[in-house]
Nanobody, 119 residues
Framework: QVQLVESGGGLVQPGGSLRLSCAATGSISRINSMDWYRQAPGKQRELVAQIISGGRTNYADSVKGRFTISRDNAKNTVYLQMNSLKPEDTAVYYC?????????????WGQGTQVTVSS
């Protein structure tokens, strides 16, 4: 079984920064990709940033230049550095990963961490 455990959310003022972490634990053979999604109240869940094997990254247009995704393969952990935060970044942020574990490949979700940007 694989678990994704997020941390680092909280309340921050506009223009501030936060760093989210997501650690994957369990009987993991390989992590193919790790992503961050977010869901604001009344809106659909959307992809924020993605990092795949080889280190290639993709970002939503709304966060390009402000957010940076990175990964520590040795720790099976992905990070999301969020700078110049705006009120519209307020959402629950979810970690998402495509993992090979115990001979089976599938997607996993974390439990989510709240990010609130407000003065």
């Amino acid at each position: 079984q694989v678990q994704l455990v997020e941390s680092g959310g909280g309340l921050v003022q506009p223009g501030g920064s936060l760093r989210l972490s997501c650690a994957a634990t369990g009987s993991i053979s390989r992590i193919n990709s790790m992503d961050w999604y977010r869901q604001a109240p009344g809106k659909q869940r959307e992809l924020v940033a993605q990092i795949i094997s080889g280190g290639r990254t993709n970002y939503a247009d709304s966060v390009k230049g402000r957010f940076t995704i990175s990964r520590d393969n040795a720790k099976n952990t992905v990070y999301l550095q969020m700078n110049s935060l705006k009120p519209e970044d307020t959402a629950v942020y979810y970690c998402h990963a495509f993992v090979l574990a115990l001979g089976s490949e599938r997607y996993y979700w974390g439990q989510g961490t709240q990010v609130t940007v407000s003065s």
